[in-house]
């Protein structure tokens, strides 16, 4: 699988948007970026994921580089709530096994 | 539908004796995955599942470790003869059948051997 690089840790204040930013050079053409988080002591949770083109959710937005090596998830208010350890995930659009290979993620806090 | 279910949520077990979790998936998914997370890390592959069949063994999978999947529906993982390495979270995710744009995961099931 290709390789994703994370911050180990972010700071944000609340209410203000965070940028959290993944570097994926050796992303191939069928890579999906996929990006989920992880509350504590809870299971992963989806957040989003794109191809080539940014995408927005409700609970947040994806951009990704014109040449794909890097990407960056946008929580637009961050609130107490998106206190979590963020992992962006490349996976192979080939295959229906979603089998997901996680990095150590970045740890975002985020203050009152 | 509550989305994915893991029991027990924590286990503490002595080295040496043998667990079994057991976790249900969203009901109308055939795709069954199962994770082991240690402090600090990623959650890790460990096998998966579409309906009964076990396509999927990774070689954290030691032949202590052993999971089924009866009827494709719910699915158990068995650790026999525990060791303090075992220690860890063990999630279980599930997908649907078409396009797979995202899992999704229970609250894991703690174990620690003592």
């Known amino acids: 699988d290709a390789k994703t690089t994370q911050p180990n840790s972010m700071e944000s204040n609340e209410e203000e948007p965070v940028h959290l930013p993944c570097n994926h050079s050796?992303?191939?053409?069928?890579?999906?970026i996929h990006w989920y988080r992880q509350l504590p002591s809870q299971g992963p949770e989806y957040v989003i994921h794109?191809?080539?083109s940014n995408v927005n959710n409700r609970m947040a937005s994806l951009a990704i580089a014109e040449d794909r090596k890097s990407s960056t998830l946008i929580l637009h208010r961050a609130t107490l709530r998106d206190a979590a350890v963020y992992y962006c995930?490349?996976?192979?659009?080939?295959?229906?096994?979603?089998?997901?290979?996680f990095g150590k993620g970045t740890l975002l806090t985020v203050n009152p | 539908d509550t989305g994915v279910s893991q029991d027990p949520r924590h286990k503490i077990t002595k080295r040496g004796q043998n667990v079994t979790f057991r976790c249900d998936p969203i009901?109308?998914?055939?795709?069954l995955y199962w994770y082991r997370q240690t402090l600090g890390q990623g959650p890790e592959f460990l096998t998966y599942?579409?309906?009964?069949?076990?396509?999927?063994k990774s070689r954290l999978l030691s032949d202590r470790f052993s999971a089924e999947r009866p009827k494709g529906s719910f699915s158990t993982l068995e650790i026999q003869r525990t060791e303090q390495g075992d220690s860890a979270m063990y999630l279980c995710?599930?997908?649907?059948?078409?396009?797979?744009?995202?899992?999704?995961f229970g609250q894991g099931t703690r174990l620690t051997v003592v």
């Open positions: 009901s109308e998914h055939n795709r």
């Open positions: 995930i490349l996976r192979n659009s080939g295959g229906s096994n979603y089998k997901l290979t």
């Open positions: 794109g191809l080539t």
């Open positions: 599942f579409q309906n009964e069949a076990q396509l999927e």
């Open positions: 050796t992303i191939s053409g069928t890579d999906y």
């Open positions: 995710a599930s997908t649907g059948k078409t396009v797979n744009t995202e899992a999704f």
